[in-house]
Every structure is written in C-alpha cells, then in structure tokens.
C-alpha cells in the first residue's frame, strides 16, 4: 500500500518469518493498475442484480480483480483460506471452490453498514449480495462484535457467525503503574489518523475547562489541517504510531481511555467494538466511552470498566468532571480491573475459534 504502516507491517513480517506476496494495488504496475480500474469502472455502471457474482465483486472493489487475477495466474497451494476484507471475499470463496478446500470470512466491520461515498446506494446493495450469497459456503465466519455478529447472521437464514473480540494476547501489557494523587487524571486516544470525524470534538471542546486537572495523550498520524484547526495552542501530547507492544506497555502510565465512536457516522460505528477498547481494559484503565449500542451492551455487561457518555460535549463534561471527582478511586482500582482483564487475553479467544477450524 505505501503508508505509514508499512514500517509496522515489516516488523511482524521479520519477527514470525511470515512468506509474503505483495500485490500492488497502486500504480507501481501501471498495466495492471489501469486494467483494474477500468474492469471496476465499466462493471460500477450496470445494475447490480443485471451482474453476476464474480462480475459484482469486481464492481465493489478494484482490489478484488486485482487478487482474482494475481492467484489465478500463480500457483498457490494451500489448505485453507481466510478472508479478511471485503474485497477478498470472491476470490478466496473461487480458489477454495476450484482446489477443493475451504475457505473463512472474518467480519472486522460491517460493510453494508460503512460510509460508502461512491453509488452508496448501489454498493449497498452489492455487498449485501455478496455476502447473502457466499457466506453460506464458508467453512465458519468469525465477527469483531456481538452485534456485527447478529447482523450478519441476519443475512444468512440461520448459520452461526461467531464472535470472536478484538483482544490481545495479555502478555503485551504491563502492571499498572501508581500515580502520585496530585498528578491530574491522565487521558489517552489512540488510532491510525488523528483527524476530523473520529469523536475527538468532544474531548477536545472540554480540554480548555479541565486543563489543569487533566492531560491528554493523542497517539497517531495527525493531520496538518486538524491540528491547525483544533489542537494548537492546547497543551496536548501528541505522539506518533508506535509498535504495538511498546503502545501497549505505554498505556500502564494512563489513568482514563477515551473510546469516542459516533453512532451517526455509519451503522458500523454504531455496533463495533474497536480494538482500542481491549488495549484500555487489558491495561486496567478506566473507560469512557460514547454511548453507541456496541458500547451499551459491552458496558451493560461489564460497568465496572468504564463509564458511558451521550455524544456529545456538554454530556462528556458532566461525566468528564465526576470522573475528575472520581481520581482516587479510579486508581485505586486499576489492578483489579487489570486482573480482572485477562478474561479477554487473546489465547482465550482462540479457545472458541479453535472447534469451528478443526
């Protein structure tokens, strides 16, 4: 792909001695790159219901005639296929088929339910086609929430789709570290990109208010325009990605993760669970979190892990300042939260996938 997390990619790829095929999906091999774009372009043109499944898929994503073309001119062997986007989805599903193999799908998001911003309603309409009539040929379909979960199944006249969270392995966390009283709360977000529409208005339309009896950590790729716009001038630390493990082992110095999706981005946003709020909870931080239906049925559930904010900023700096009136207790906590989190080590997790790939 060519981004910042080429670097972190190269990283796993040394330390598990991972073989490799990088398919370009850029304009590297400019023949290659102008052939998917026009079999994508001319096939994004006709009604879906008019195509058939292999021609929807390549109308839904370049990158899915781009991985159809790449395994059928080489020779691959293989036992098994997982699946992880949306676009490998009609390859592995063909190539399984045609070996006599099986094939998986590991629903991270929901696609139908994402922002789409070319022919939304078309493509709506294709990825919902393309799920209906693959996934009932998968060997198990994993999903990243409960809700992602059901609303899958929903497209799939009973089959089971299980959930399996976005956790990590336990071991990547260090024990909580104690803070002096004095210090003020110490909050902290991370992601790929710190920009616009990730829910950080909220916290940041506060930051002025409560300044002097919190921090605030931003750990990502910021945007130019967004920090101009909204964080200059405030005394926020911002911090470029890490490694995983040392993000990890950084969070034990942190007393609050902030879990800021918005329901009305899209329905994915509404019904995740993003992988950051396993990295807070298995560092014993205290959660708050906007009140999306995946955080109110993960919070139902669990309330002794973080608390639940409307979405938006008046609603956050009411819970923002018991939180603040909270300091001690937080604290006081942390080891037990962070015990009690190695219920969502990632060997746990595991542990039900494994009867669904034997």
């Not at 497209?155 to 003020?184: D, I, M």
């Not at 110095?253 to 918005?262: A, N, R, V």
């Not at 329901?263 to 959660?287: H, R, T």
């Not at 207790?329 to 542990?351: A, G, L, P, Q």
Request: glycine share 4%.
């Amino acid at each position: 792909m060519g981004d910042w997390s080429d670097q972190l990619d190269n990283q796993i790829v040394d330390k598990y001695q991972l073989d490799i095929v990088n398919i370009p999906a850029g304009r590297q091999d400019l023949a290659f790159w102008l052939k998917a774009s026009l079999v994508n372009r001319v096939l994004s043109y006709i009604l879906p219901s008019l195509l058939s499944i292999r021609l929807l898929a390549f109308a839904s994503s370049k990158r899915c005639w781009q991985l159809f073309q790449t395994l059928k001119d080489e020779e691959f062997k293989f036992d098994h296929i997982e699946a992880h986007t949306l676009g490998a989805l009609f390859p592995s599903y063909f190539f399984a088929k045609q070996n006599f193999k099986t094939f998986s799908f590991d629903v991270e998001d929901f696609h139908p339910g994402e922002v789409i911003h070319i022919q939304p309603e078309w493509e709506k309409k294709r990825r919902y086609r393309i799920m209906r009539t693959i996934l009932p040929s998968a060997k198990f379909i994993t999903a990243a929430s409960p809700l992602i979960a059901r609303e899958t199944e929903s497209l799939l006249n009973g089959k089971e789709v299980l959930t399996v969270n976005n956790s990590f392995f336990q071991s990547e966390f260090a024990k909580p570290k104690k803070s002096e009283r004095k210090e003020p709360l110490r909050l902290i977000w991370f992601s790929q990109n710190i920009t616009d529409g990730r829910g950080l208005d909220l916290i940041l339309d506060n930051f002025d208010r409560f300044k002097d009896q919190i921090s605030l950590t931003l750990v990502g790729n910021m945007n130019p325009s967004y920090f101009e716009e909204r964080i200059a001038g405030k005394a926020v630390e911002i911090i470029s990605p890490l490694p995983q493990i040392e993000l990890h082992r950084m969070l034990a110095d942190y007393d609050i993760g902030l879990l800021l999706e918005k329901s009305n981005v899209d329905l994915n946003k509404d019904i995740c669970l993003a992988n950051k709020l396993f990295a807070y909870i298995q560092s014993g931080l205290y959660v708050l979190a906007t009140d999306t239906l995946g955080h109110k049925e993960f919070f139902d559930q669990y309330p002794q892990l973080g608390s639940l904010t409307a979405q938006n900023s008046e609603n956050l700096g009411l819970l923002l300042k018991k939180l603040i009136d909270r300091k001690d207790h937080i604290r006081e906590m942390k080891e037990s939260r962070f015990e009690f989190s190695k219920s969502f080590d990632y060997h746990k997790e595991m542990s039900n996938l494994m009867p669904a790939m034997l």
